[in-house]
């Protein structure tokens, strides 16, 4: 079964920022999202391994 796609506002909840943050820093940052039409959407597996490895990236 495939992950469901959520919203940038689910997004934000999931990791405590607010969804203007979000739509602000998600290209900038190279969060991984999906565009789909005008929407942009996120898997949050995907996004908990993108926070993951910018902790591996400060730890050093």
Do not use: C
């Given at each position: 079964?495939?992950?469901?796609?959520?919203?940038?506002?689910?997004v934000?909840?999931?990791i405590?920022?607010?969804?203007?943050?979000?739509?602000?820093?998600?290209?900038r940052?190279?969060?991984?999202?999906?565009?789909l039409?005008?929407?942009?959407?996120?898997?949050?597996?995907?996004?908990d391994?993108?926070l993951?490895?910018?902790?591996e990236?400060t730890?050093?």
């Amino acid at each position: 079964m495939r992950e469901p796609f959520v919203s940038p506002a689910a997004v934000g909840e999931h990791i405590g920022k607010p969804v203007s943050w979000i739509y602000n820093n998600a290209e900038r940052l190279g969060i991984p999202r999906y565009r789909l039409g005008k929407q942009l959407r996120f898997r949050l597996s995907e996004v908990d391994a993108w926070l993951a490895q910018q902790s591996e990236g400060t730890a050093a």
